[in-house]
Each structure stands twice: as C-alpha cells, then as structure tokens.
C-alpha cells in the first residue's frame, strides 16, 4: 500500500501560496512602466503674457501607450486661461517617426496669464498603457503652480 502524505492546514497553505509565488511576480503595476512629466511648463508669467502647460509620458522599454484606446487630457486654470481645455490624441506635439511604431504623447497647451496672484494650470490624464501583456487604463491629476505678477 503506497505512503500518503498528509500536511497540516499550516504547511497546505504555505504549499498553495508558494505555487502561486512565480504568478504574482510576474505581474507588473502598470503605473511603473511610463512617467508623466510637466517639465518646461510656465511658472512664472506676467498678467496678460503667454505661455505654455506642458504634459509629456515618457513610456520605458517594453510599453507603449495605446494608439487605439482613448486618449484624453482635459486642464483647467486659475489666474490663467487654457487656449483648449478638452485634448485628444490629435492634439499631441509628438508625431511618429518613419518606421517608429509608437510615439510617447506630450502636449503644449497655450495659456494666458489673466490676473495677478498665485494660480495654477490643473490637468486630468487619461490614456491606456500597454505591453504584450497587458493593456491598462491610467488616470493622473496633475497640477502646475503660476504665479501671475
């Protein structure tokens, strides 16, 4: 008659987790395969002077973000006004390069310094960022201080 092995409920679980170790480990958080930067975004205007909100995703090695799926950006300004405040993707600076399959988004939205004191150009992000994995929906707020002399 062959041995069967019993385990106890501890030693089971600790079997069953370990099984499911390599499964987990192979999951990525979506949000660590890009960066969204405002970088060479106005900071300081004078009122009634122009100038600019910048958004950019920089995708790392192996992701890209989707050119099929929605793509949004919708900002907003306090002592500023916006030029646009709905973008798509068809509002992106970054067009594709002969040969390039994806290109990472960066907008420049025009603003306009409107009246004196601190104020700020906020933003709501929405774009899918995907891998041969996986494709997953991103949402990022994002705020930029002006100070309006």
């Known amino acids: 008659m062959p041995h069967i092995r019993t385990f106890s409920p501890v030693a089971a679980l600790l079997l069953a987790l370990s099984w499911g170790a390599p499964a987990l480990a192979d999951e990525v958080d979506p949000a660590s395969l890009y960066e969204v930067s405002t970088e060479g975004s106005s900071a300081q205007l004078k009122a009634g002077e122009k100038g600019v909100f910048v958004v950019s ?10 050119d099929e799926a929605p793509l949004k950006l919708e900002v907003k300004g306090a002592h500023v006004s916006v030029a ?5 993707r068809e509002d992106s600076v970054s067009k594709k390069a002969a040969g390039q399959e994806f290109v990472d988004p960066r907008f ?14 906020d933003a709501k992000l929405v774009f899918f960022i995907c891998t041969e994995k996986i494709c997953a929906r ?6 930029v201080p002006v100070e309006v002399l």
Do not use: D, M, R
């Open 138 to 143: 991103q949402q990022k707020t994002l705020s």
């Open 57 to 66: 995703v920089k995708t790392k090695p192996g992701a890209h973000v989707s």
């Open 108 to 121: 420049e939205v025009p603003l306009t310094a409107t009246a004196a004191g601190k104020g700020s150009v």
């Open 84 to 88: 646009k405040e709905k973008l798509g």
